[in-house]
């Protein structure tokens, strides 16, 4: 006889109740990356949109980050580290694929016996992990959840390839997600193509990364529309009651085009964090809200569009209710 086995039943809905961000101390300016390589200020704030970024040190790794970061999502979101059940961190850049970092971090910040695991869905990676802590909170896996996106790029970037150096740079952004009857997470739109998987790569563990950048620009900038118009439907708003617009921080020419692709109201709030950031990866997103938020820019109970996408190829957007 096969049997049937019962499930448990979760809360109707997820909402975020804080960000909390990490920027490394070391600040980068493409003055200083034009004393390395062959480029210019003019050249790299033209065609990426980037002023400067940030280069992590060595007591800055990619768990150091994810700690200080959620340490301080979970100090504005008020809940206690004991009562966190579930750790995502979402990173590409891991020193090491074992062990994954999820329990370090977890164990660090004073979370016991957490449910940890990383992920790798590389500049998707945020939004893939807080579709997860969602879905678990939903199925009655989890209560509170800790979504991490953090990233030490420099570890696997060749400072001597100006096509790449200019762009990366390190950080972490954290969101604390809990159990709520009315949802603050909408359905996420997921998908990829791995007939491009080696526009974005690293070869192996002595390689740098290599990026067709051409390639991931015209596919960001032609095929993610889309999917973002399907994730307002999901969640049942309309692309005209958006007010804040937080796609991957790739490049400022990919964020402007889709602004404009998506026909966004004039008066909503678009991160343009890369400006000072550079792209972090699965950082990008929760750093670019955070900010936003501390500066005022974002209030509580504004209706966000967040759209991850990168290697892979990955993508993944979802609509968020702002805490
Ligand atoms: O987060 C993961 C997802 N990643 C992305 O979404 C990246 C998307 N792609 C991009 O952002 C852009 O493609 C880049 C910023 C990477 C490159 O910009 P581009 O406008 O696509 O430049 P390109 O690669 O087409 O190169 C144009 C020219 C080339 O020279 P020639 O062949 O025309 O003489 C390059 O050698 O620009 C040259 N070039 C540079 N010149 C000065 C490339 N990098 C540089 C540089 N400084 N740093």
New binding site residues.
């Given amino acids: 006889m096969t049997r049937r086995l019962s499930a448990r039943a979760g809360a109707p809905g997820a909402r975020i109740l804080g960000f909390g961000d990490y920027r490394p101390r070391r600040i980068v300016t493409n003055e200083e990356i034009s004393q390395r390589?062959?480029?210019?200020d003019e050249?790299?704030r033209t065609?990426?949109g980037i002023a400067e970024r940030r280069f992590a040190g060595d007591d800055e790794s990619v768990v150091d980050m994810s700690v200080a970061a959620a340490g301080k999502a979970l100090a504005t979101s008020g809940v206690l580290a004991q009562d966190i059940d579930t750790v995502i961190v979402a990173t590409c850049t891991p020193p090491a694929p074992i062990p994954g970092l999820a329990p370090e971090v977890a164990h660090r910040l004073g979370i016991a016996s957490a449910g940890a695991f990383d992920l790798n869905a590389?500049?998707a990676g945020f939004c893939y992990g807080l579709a997860s802590a969602a879905d678990a909170i939903r199925s009655g896996s989890s209560q509170n959840a800790l979504v991490i996106g953090a990233e030490k790029l420099t570890d696997w970037t060749d400072q001597d390839d100006?096509?790449t150096c200019?762009?990366f740079g390190d950080g972490a952004g954290a969101a604390v997600v809990t159990a709520t009857d009315s949802p603050g997470i909408g359905p996420v739109v997921w998908g990829s193509d791995g007939e491009k998987s080696r526009a974005?790569s690293v070869a192996d563990r002595s390689s740098f990364m290599e990026?067709d950048?051409?390639a991931?620009?015209r596919w960001?900038t032609t095929q993610l529309a889309d999917s973002a118009h399907r994730a307002c439907k999901l969640a049942g708003v309309d692309i005209s009651d958006i007010d804040v617009f937080v796609p991957?921080q790739?490049?400022l020419r990919?964020v402007d085009s889709m602004v404009r692709t998506l026909k966004l109201r004039d008066d909503v709030a678009v991160a343009r964090d890369i400006v000072t950031s550079g792209?972090t990866?699965s950082a990008s997103i929760p750093l670019a809200l955070t900010a936003m938020i501390e500066r005022g820019e974002v209030k509580t109970g504004d209706t966000a569009l967040l759209l991850g996408?990168?290697?892979g190829l990955t993508f993944a957007g979802q609509v968020i209710i702002c805490p």
């Fill in positions: 390589v062959d480029t210019d050249w790299i065609r990426v590389a500049c100006r096509g200019i762009i974005i990026m950048g051409r991931v620009y960001a991957h790739a490049n990919i792209n990866s996408f990168g290697a």
